[in-house]
């Protein structure tokens, strides 16, 4: 039985010829095999907690559209959310609004570091690396609003984030 090693970045459209660089950060529910024993919660990685369902497939559009480099993380951000700093308390959350994230309690520093090094850095990296001049600009998102103490996932859109 061979174990398939994939990378946690994902780079689509490399020779875009297109002024921007799309970013999807939210793109995946995949849990990478290395992290399966800690024990994520597959209900969690099938909603919003765990990634934005349907932003890769409008990116994927976007990418087409504007002949643009597409890069993302093949990773569920209950593992790392790669939309945050390094040094930010919700890169690896603990706690959703849903309830805890038993799988990311009493990481040691060692186990962050990991994580940030795996998946985080090279995701950044990637971006940095980007050819085609500035990140398009704002990351695809989805949103999801409470109603009555429901969740109800709105449409996509463009989030402006002025730190990329």
Same mark, same amino acid.
């Given at each position: ?12 459209? $490399? ?69 945050? $700093? ?35 850095? $090279? ?14 600009? $704002? ?26």
């Amino acid at each position: 039985m061979s174990v398939e090693v994939r990378s946690p970045v994902v780079l689509e459209n $490399p020779e875009g010829a297109g002024p921007f660089v799309i970013v999807c950060d939210h793109a995946s529910n995949r849990i990478p095999d290395e992290y399966k024993s800690c024990g994520f919660a597959g209900d969690a990685l099938a909603t919003h907690i765990g990634w934005d369902p349907g932003a890769l497939a409008v990116s994927r559009r976007i990418s087409a559209r504007l002949d643009a480099p597409l890069i993302w993380p093949d990773v569920s951000r209950l593992v790392i959310d790669c939309n945050r $700093p390094p040094d930010a308390s919700s890169l690896i959350v603990v706690e959703t609004e849903r309830g805890p994230v038993a799988a990311n309690r009493g990481l040691s520093a060692t186990q962050r570091s990991r994580r940030l090094a795996d998946i985080h850095a $090279p995701y950044h990296d990637a971006i940095d690396a980007a050819p085609a001049g500035p990140t398009a600009g $704002p990351p695809m998102s989805g949103h999801v609003r409470s109603v009555d103490g429901r969740h109800q996932d709105d449409h996509h859109q463009v989030v402006p984030d002025a730190a990329r």
